[in-house]
């Protein structure tokens, strides 16, 4: 049975305008009118009819339904073009499965897999003149022929009784494929390479060596289990996803032999020297970090009674194929991190940041089989949209990036913070326990063909034959049914471990707890499937989303699982925890695999590697060429700096009512702020501030001082937001191009030179500010090959900061607000416009860039919190992208009022190069704060033996006026600041 | 059961989100919250004549799909209708917020002119087609005598759902919400989402059932107003009001029982 369901009428259809202005914006005005339909088609289920169709499906105030028979003959009887637009077999329709669930429940039916549910998305257009080849290119608009297909049908093609399917393709059940075993014994060198590359292992030749070396090692203990001499499917696959890159930090913890000059050093792994070390040294004076860098996330201290962890992760090869489903499973993933730390967190609030490549992109340069910048945007902002607010946690802080290396492999960072009551069950709720005995239990979603080889798949370029199965969708109501049965199973006691599955699957995630109680027997024949005919290796390493692997003690389990079906949650038990030191893996009664853990975690040979860093040369341009007043209107349409208020508010930023600074500020909320501030507890005022840093920019120059500058952006919002300044903690994001040097990669030796020294950027600033990094994520290959064209990212570091605000009535926003009060700037202004977006609007090179010095700014940060702490300031705002002018019209927007400033005796040179440096140079460590009436002494004093400087007064009037002692430098209106920021998201946003 | 602390069973699971700030709505007006799950409810519908306040929170209950509310309406009505009814003809109080609003609207409980608990009005996706999160000022009808908006006037709070476009099925039933006073609350000056006649909210026929989009419960602290730092906020938040009208009037109904 087909169903269609349209809107009453046309005037009602706010998804049918909404298309119709997406086609406008990349078309022109072609479609006169929209309509949007949803088909449902329902087929093989006993009980089910027409009437009871109408009864589940109807609105029968605002909709029409049309059973077996075409909707859009009634919505738009003058339609000339129809586009339906279903999901390809075997892809996560949660709609669908939504409407099989309530079609039992209205039959009063336990659930069956019988029958067929399916849904789909019909367009019907009225188009101006004849769609001819127009009607392809609105279909390719609509959908994503990865995971999607569009059916067209036009008028004409309808007359001569063209009609819609009665079904679309389905899997069907296959027999599965069984167990096979591997020869590795007499394979070339060349012939281990190649079997890596077959079957998508992602291993290089030494790691593959190193596996033939334990089979030979293990052949009579294999004899005596009665295993092949050699690995069998199941064994090899799992130990390709344990050792990817993705997995494993290779690069990360390989030794480096660095060379700078005539110097010569060697690093024995950049996470242990750089990133542990650092939060090691750190920890020694800070009481408050809890677990750090072992777990799904970083916890710290919030108040004493509570703990609150932090992760960002990245998703950048699926977003690039399908950057819809990348998102939504990025963001929903990374909640599942969250739900997978400790005994078990509630996400309370998610960040969400892209890189993408420039908006203005050709379109004839898109590589092919990836899409333009701008609907990768719209469709990765759908995806996080969707994912965040159908699971209730509000998105709180992010931002959005362009340059054109991002064109072949977009940066989509998703990051998710938790809350937990320190003691959980009389134990400390960052620790879990996996003992021998537990049962190995998996809950969520059941297992399918989707994801599998996203962790190795990630650990390699892209390229035109880029394995389509590593795209998923996710499907955030059942992670919400999971995570609230989880939250609720762990205050009763229920389980005593948890780690979500993410990369890897059940390999990687019950591998891992296996290391805990020193082993796990693993039976696929017990896991869910979707529908069958999955080999037994694709059962193990399957990446199908919202699933949680648990131990729970047997003499809890029928609790669990009765708990569990009480709230609508598939749980399962899939095996059993041991002590045995060997990972087993059981299919029936068959013993389809057997390794060590030692050889599983431990046997990765390490990577050796060459890094050689030479400063780059850099012409220094004449930065001359624009009026002050045009570089900043042209600054503040920039796409990295104008307004994103469109985008933004499409996200639910205040779910769980403890929005304490939103994404907006001022007077008519539409200012920009530096982060969020968000208040956990509705018991306590005490908040937390999340906060960003991100300049890939810099990397041109120099990724130390790209690094030391992340640090800072972050670091300085949360001290803007009113954040102590000695409780704060960072998360490192590092999305790098290949830094192995190889013939595909011939700048290899200076691209890990690179790394080394944003590592030892990351170090130095974190050192200075008291900033433990507590968690983190390296992806180490984010180069599309296409076409024959190499497209890397520049080097980039996203440093994610989390801070506590001891009161939030303490935090501050952006906004003027009080005319005549004096407004400062804090910090020195060396005026260096190198890396600046003055030089991206510009559009030549200047020279070298701003240098940061953190111990000078820890100590002013410092001093400006006391101000804060004392009551002085009523506004401040960090000077990042555009410098300072590009603040000062921030702050005066937010607000609507205008200020007189004076740059007289701040730093830099004389004459016009001077001047424009001190207005869109982009030194780091500066803020801009409003004091309040009366308190400019008190705050001078504070301020003492910091650089600040006086501008002015904050005036009623609606100017922004810049001058230099007696000479105007700068004058522009409210209204000219505003048309300006607020020009780039009308493109965004159809 | 204490008559000063009303129970209130404050719907949870399923996609359900807004249940924690509600029950802590619910908490600072003098009320005793349970958040319950909803297949708890619908397996023991009896459950619900214990409570003095049914609460459907916003959210995206089975992931909005098929339509905002549309699946948590049919479970409800098939399971609970009766005691539903039940409730309410007892002097109890139902508020749907947001989706919660849906659903009671698909279920034919709002506004329920004809009395046969027929869907009259609904609704629908926004003008623009889009979700969209922001703060949107109100005013309550004063002519609207509902427990729950006693002296409210005008208030600001925020609106969180791409389905909350207002329609009323027919000319008639416009009418009949205007002539009887059945609309809580308009839309002041901006009307987010393109709702008829700028309906924020509805009631039944005695007033004790309440629907409404905007989000009383996401304005509980002076913090959560997008203005707070720039002052003039005041100390108590105006969301809590709707809740502490609705405890001080069950309160009242029990003095004179």
């Keep these: 049975m087909r169903i269609e369901i349209s809107c009453g009428k046309l005037s009602l259809d706010g998804r049918g305008a909404r298309i119709a202005r997406q086609i406008a914006s990349s078309m022109g005005p ?301 963001i929903v993933g990374v909640n599942r991190d969250i739900l997978g730390t400790g005994i078990g967190a509630m996400p309370i609030f998610n960040t969400d940041l892209l890189c993408l490549g420039e908006p203005s992109t050709p379109e004839e340069e898109i590589p092919r089989g990836l899409f333009h910048p701008l609907r990768v945007l719209a469709e990765a902002h759908r995806g996080v949209v969707d994912g965040a607010n159908q699971s209730g946690v509000p998105v709180v802080a992010g931002g959005l990036l362009f340059d054109g290396s991002f064109v072949g492999k977009p940066l989509v960072f998703c990051g998710t913070a938790g809350i ?82 993410g990369a890897g699957g059940l390999s990687s995630s019950l591998g891992e707890m296996a290391q805990t109680s020193g082993g796990v027997r693993i039976r696929l024949d017990l896991c869910p499937l979707k529908y069958p005919g999955l080999a037994p290796w694709e059962i193990l390493v399957s990446e199908s989303q919202e699933r949680m692997s648990l131990s729970v003690a047997p003499e809890k389990i029928g609790e669990f699982l009765d708990l569990a079906r009480r709230r609508g949650v598939e749980a399962t038990v899939v095996g059993e925890f041991t002590d045995t030191g060997f990972v087993e893996i059981l299919h029936g009664d068959e013993l389809v695999g057997s390794l060590t853990l030692r050889f599983l975690h431990h046997g ?336 001078e004093k504070i301020m003492a033996g910091s650089p600040f400087h006086r501008l002015g007064p904050v005036t009623s009037g609606d100017l922004l006026v810049i001058r230099r002692g007696e000479a105007e430098i700068l004058r522009a209106g409210l209204d000219e600041i505003e048309r300006a920021w607020k020009s780039f998201a009308k493109e965004l946003v159809p | 059961m204490s008559s000063a602390s009303p129970r209130v069973l404050v719907l949870a699971g399923c996609g359900i989100s807004a249940d924690r700030e509600l029950a802590e709505a619910f908490r600072l007006a003098g009320a005793a919250p349970e958040r319950v799950h909803l297949f708890d409810l619908l397996e023991d519908p009896g459950m619900l004549s214990a409570f003095r306040i049914l609460a459907l929170p916003g959210g995206f209950s089975f992931g909005d799909h098929l339509g905002a509310g549309k699946v948590l309406a049919r479970l409800l009505a098939s399971r609970l209708r009766k005691e539903m009814d039940a409730f309410v003809e007892g002097g109890s109080l139902i508020l749907g917020v947001g989706n919660g609003f849906q659903a009671l609207v698909k279920m034919g409980i709002l506004p329920n002119l004809s009395g046969d608990l027929a869907p009259e009005v609904s609704l629908i996706h926004n003008g623009h087609g889009l979700f969209e999160n922001r703060w949107v000022p109100i005013r309550a009808n004063p002519a609207n005598h509902s427990p729950w908006i006693r002296g409210l006037d005008r208030l600001l709070f925020p609106v969180r759902h791409g389905e909350g476009r207002f329609v009323a099925g027919s000319p008639e039933t416009a009418e009949g919400l205007l002539r009887e006073n059945r609309i809580a609350f308009f839309y002041d000056g901006v009307n987010p989402d393109g709702s008829e006649m700028d309906v924020a909210g509805i009631t039944d026929r005695s007033g004790r059932v309440l629907g409404m989009m905007p989000h009383p419960e996401g304005f509980l602290f002076p913090w959560n107003h997008p203005r707070w730092t720039r002052g003039g906020v005041p100390s108590v938040a105006a969301g809590r009001t709707i809740f502490e009208n609705a405890v001080a009037h069950l309160r009242s109904a029990n003095r004179c029982v």
Excluded at chain 1, 297 to 302: H, K, L, M, R
Excluded at chain 1, 427 to 455: C, P, Q, T, Y
Excluded at chain 1, 874 to 882: E, M, P, T
Aim: hydrophobic share 40%; glycine share 10%; charged share 25%.
């Design chain 1, 604 to 939: 990765l040979p390490t990577m050796r590697l060459r890094a050689r860093w030479e400063a780059p040369s850099r012409p220094a341009g004449d930065p001359r060429g624009m009026e002050p007043k045009e570089a900043l209107l042209a600054l503040l349409a920039d796409p990295n700096i104008a307004s994103r208020e469109l985008l933004v508010r499409r996200f639910d930023h205040e779910v769980q009512a403890g929005s304490v600074v939103k994404p907006f500020s001022g007077a008519r909320d539409d200012g920009p702020t530096d982060g969020g501030v968000f208040r956990p507890r509705f018991d306590s005022d005490r908040g937390l501030t999340i906060t960003h840093g991100i300049c890939p920019r810099m990397s041109d120059i120099d990724t130390y001082d790209m690094a030391v500058m992340a640090v800072d952006e972050a670091y300085r919002a949360h001290i803007a937001l009113g954040g102590d300044p000695d409780l704060a903690s960072a998360l490192d994001n590092f999305c790098w191009p290949d830094p192995v040097q190889s013939p595909e990669t011939p700048d290899g030796e200076y691209k890990l030179a690179q790394l080394v020294r944003a590592c030892r950027g990351l170090r130095d600033a974190c050192l200075a500010y008291n900033l433990p990094l507590i968690s983190g994520k390296d992806s180490m290959k984010n180069d599309a090959r296409i076409g024959g064209k190499k497209v890397s990212v520049k080097p980039t570091l996203l440093v994610t900061v989390m801070g506590i605000i001891p009161h939030c009535g303490e935090a501050l926003t952006t906004d003027f607000k009080n005319p005549g009060a004096p407004v400062f700037l804090l910090g020195a202004s060396p005026g260096a416009l190198g890396g600046s977006c003055y030089e991206r609007v510009l559009g030549r090179t200047l020279g070298p860039g701003p240098k940061a010095d953190p111990g000078a700014a820890a100590a002013m940060y410092r001093k400006f919190h006391q101000a804060v702490q004392a009551g002085l300031v009523s506004s401040c705002h960090d000077v990042s992208d555009g410098g300072l002018a590009v603040a000062l019209a921030e702050c005066c927007l937010g607000g609507r009022f205008g200020l007189k400033a004076d740059l007289k005796g701040l730093g830099a040179g004389d004459g016009d190069s001077g001047i424009t440096g001190l207005l869109f140079g982009e030194a780091p460590s500066r803020l801009v704060v409003e004091v309040k009436p009366g308190k400019q002494e008190a705050f």
């Design chain 1, 420 to 501: 937990l009551p320190a003691r959980v069950n009389g134990r400390n709720s960052w620790e879990k326990r996996i003992e021998a005995g537990d049962l190995a239990v998996m809950a969520g979603g059941r297992i399918g063909k989707d994801g599998i080889h996203g962790a190795t798949f990630s650990s390699a370029a892209l390229d035109e034959t880029s394995p389509t199965s590593a795209v998923q969708i996710g499907d955030p109501i059942t992670q919400k049914k999971l995570a609230d049965f989880l939250l609720e199973a762990r205050d009763r006691d229920l389980y005593k471990g948890i780690t979500d599955n």
């Design chain 1, 30 to 330: 072609v479609v006169e009118s929209a309509a949007v339909l949803d088909v449902l088609i329902v087929d093989g289920i006993r009980g089910f009819g027409g009437d009871l169709a109408r009864e589940i499906f109807l609105d029968p105030v605002a909709e029409r339904i049309h059973v077996d028979e075409s909707g859009a003959a009634e919505v738009l009887p003058d339609w000339n073009l129809l586009v339906e637009v279903s999901y390809r077999a075997g892809v996560m329709n949660p709609e669908a499965a939504t409407a099989r669930e309530v079609i039992f429940r209205a039959l009063d039916r336990e659930p069956d897999a019988g029958g067929l549910v399916q849904s789909a998305r019909q367009y019907a257009f009225i188009l101006r003149g004849d769609p001819g080849e127009r009607a392809e290119k609105i279909a390719g608009a609509l959908h994503n022929p990865l995971i999607e297909r569009a059916q067209i049908i036009t008028r004409s093609g309808w007359e001569k009784g063209r009609r819609f399917p009665a079904f679309y393709p389905h899997r069907v059940a296959e027999s599965p494929p069984g167990v096979e075993s591997i020869v590795l014994e007499g394979l070339s060198d060349g012939e281990l390479e190649q079997l890596s590359r077959i079957r998508l292992l992602s291993l290089s030749l030494e790691e593959m060596t190193a596996i033939r070396g334990y089979y030979r090692e293990a052949g009579a203990e294999r004899r005596k289990k009665g295993l092949p001499q050699g690995p069998t499917d199941v064994e090899l696959e799992m130990l390709a996803q344990t050792w990817s890159e993705h997995c494993k930090h290779k690069i990360f913890a390989a030794r480096i032999d660095y060379a700078e000059g005539d110097r010569r050093e060697t690093i024995d792994s950049l996470f242990a020297t750089y990133i542990k070390r650092t939060t090691e040294t750190l920890a020694k004076k800070r009481g408050d970090l809890k677990s750090v860098f072992h777990d799904n996330s970083g916890v710290v201290d919030f108040d004493g009674d509570h703990v609150v962890c932090i992760k960002a992760e990245t998703h950048n090869s699926p977003s690039a194929l399908d950057p819809y489903g990348g998102a939504i499973t990025g």
